[in-house]
């Protein structure tokens, strides 16, 4: 019985690989996110809860939210319900600084951190695992380290309160207090154990093996002790892509064992490439993502030339069977950043009876990501490198939950 069972599993192995590294689908096909809920044991978010959600912060919910963008969770009820009795947490995410330029995928968990922030007032924490990428990546220290406070410039321009946030990068904030936690939590994860998390392999070197706890520290607030001294139990909200799971459900197995609490995570979708629905946008492929720095002519042109169209051959076609959304790249994306429902219905409604045609649809979603896009590079450019110092300093921040 038991080999059986292992026998599955690897061959669902084969089929769809979600990890911190990889996100593929199985051949040709789409990334199964109700395979992964059930590989991963985290719960569907279902909209009894978004409308808690939208009770408890008197705001309506963001679309990633409305949309199912952040579609998955681990103890979100449990983090509501000590909100509901007058108990604040904060915010955890990060980001690996592996590039330059930021294409739209990346900004997603940003985007929606600021949104938790905003609606909740509660302090927030981002990680930049410069020595993450430093060891995954060919890249140097230097360059690693240069590459986060870049990208710790387009964080900043997704809007995030200095007065309540705290920037940090690996290479300089790991020791005392956020080492201590590192060393705890490695005495409680075997080495069998990460392989089996991970998919680690005896090619891999040691810096990669010793890794996996210095995301999971964070997680804990006696990690920072200038900013929750006193205040060990503050739960933490994880928002994040699914891929970061392994990471945090090595976090949660040994949080008890320190007598800390699990943190909770709200999880999304991947944002789907260009070409179509097959796995996350690839930084390594310009055609495959709209980038942050792309001009509205590039995004134009990429939209026209590589966006996958769920529309027909023909016209007569596609009147007759009308476009197919469940593979259609410009809806799907109008899913994730046209604001108004109304509109998003409307066009739903018209393409998907062919009565709208694909050059149109097209051309609204280039409205909308110039839009976006241009508003991004406006911010980034006030962003200056006092500010960046100002979010990075080891400081208090004394209106945190206010
Ligand atoms: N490993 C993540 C990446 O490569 C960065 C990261 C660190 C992160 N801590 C996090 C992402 C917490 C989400 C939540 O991008």
Redesign the pocket.
Known sequence: MEKNQNKEEEVEEEQQVVN?WKVEAKEGGKIDYDKLIDQFGCQRIDPSLVDRVRRLTSRPPHVFLRRDVFFAHRDLNEILDAYERGEKFYL?????P?SEALHLGHLI?FMFTKYLQDAFKVPLVI?L?DD??CMWKNISVEESQRLARENAKDIIACGFDVTKTFIFSDFDYVGGAFYKNMVKVGKCVTYNKVVGIFGFTGEDHIGKVSFPPV?AV?SFPSSFPHLFSGKDNLRCL????ID?DP?FRMTRDVAPRLGYNKPALIESLFFPALQGETGKMSASDPNSAIYVTDSAKDIKSKINKFAFSGGRDTIEKHRELGADLEVDIPYKYLKFFLDDDTELAHIAKEYGAGRMLTGEVKQRLIQVLTEIVERHCRARAAVTDEMVDAFMAVRPLPSMFE
């Open positions: 911190p955890y995410t990060g980001r690996g592996s968990p990680q695992t993450e990428k995301q964070p994880i928002p994040c892509a970061q990471y």
